[in-house]
């Protein structure tokens, strides 16, 4: 069974510190990834996604992710964070053989002013 | 494009009420899903569907129903409702291999 991990469950910054939230995925076969993000009482939206070629992805908002196959990791990245970022983020994948999600338990991130 | 529906917003119930959270996108996506989303626990998957007809249990099944009469719709049963279901139960769609759409969510307490 796939699963997905999210190390920083709660990270703090600054307004425009650098960001890196870790997901790290088990999965033998190719997957999909996902980064979604979750404002404050809100559903949850899309930021970006890896399905082939360059590992490098970039979403909105300024938002990056980088996807490392050997280390099964998909990392996302923003290099100066502002207060509007505050929110929770996911990190999901979606292998062939199911077409759901499978997420991380998340990562709150709480910017200050 | 409404995308995808859900409604009550909100709902309170009872140990042992039964209800259903109704669920609807206007995509034409033949996937469709439900998550609860719990604190410290990320959305883990209840059921999900591949087509008008076709459902399959995920991770979390027991004490919840679904059905997929229509491509539209995917509404969830609670049988009998217990505390251990209070959530935030999310509905989602997607097309093929790809990205899935969200819900805004349904808040359910039980007493």
């Known amino acids: 069974a796939q699963s997905v991990s999210q190390h920083n469950h709660h990270v703090i910054l600054s307004e425009a510190a650098s960001l890196e939230l870790g997901c790290n995925y088990s999965?033998?076969?190719?997957?999909?990834l996902f980064w979604y993000v979750q404002y404050p009482g809100q559903h949850l939206q899309l930021l970006l996604k890896y399905f082939s070629g360059d590992p490098l992805v970039k979403g909105i908002k300024g938002f990056e992710a980088e996807f490392i196959k050997s280390k099964f990791s998909f990392n996302l990245r923003k290099p100066s964070v502002q207060w509007s970022d505050t929110a929770e983020y996911f990190c999901a994948v979606m292998s062939p053989g199911r077409r759901a999600l499978t997420f991380g338990s998340g990562t709150r991130l709480q910017v200050q002013p | 494009n409404a995308g995808v529906t859900q409604t009550p917003k909100f709902q309170v119930l009872k140990t042992g009420q039964s209800m259903t959270l109704q669920c609807a996108q206007d995509?034409?996506?033949?996937?469709m899903s439900w998550y609860r989303q719990d604190p410290g626990m990320g959305l883990r998957l209840i059921h999900y569907?591949?087509?008008?007809?076709?459902?399959d249990q995920g991770e979390v099944p027991n004490g919840y129903n679904v059905s997929r009469s229509t491509t539209e719709d995917f509404p969830l049963r609670l049988l009998s409702a217990a505390p251990s279901q209070t959530s935030v139960y999310f509905c989602?769609?997607?097309?093929?291999?790809?990205?899935?759409?969200f819900g805004p969510g349904t808040r359910l307490t039980v007493l």
């Open positions: 999965y033998g076969g190719t997957v999909n």
């Open positions: 989602a769609s997607n097309s093929g291999y790809n990205e899935q759409f």
């Open positions: 569907s591949v087509g008008a007809g076709i459902t």
């Open positions: 995509m034409n996506h033949e996937y």
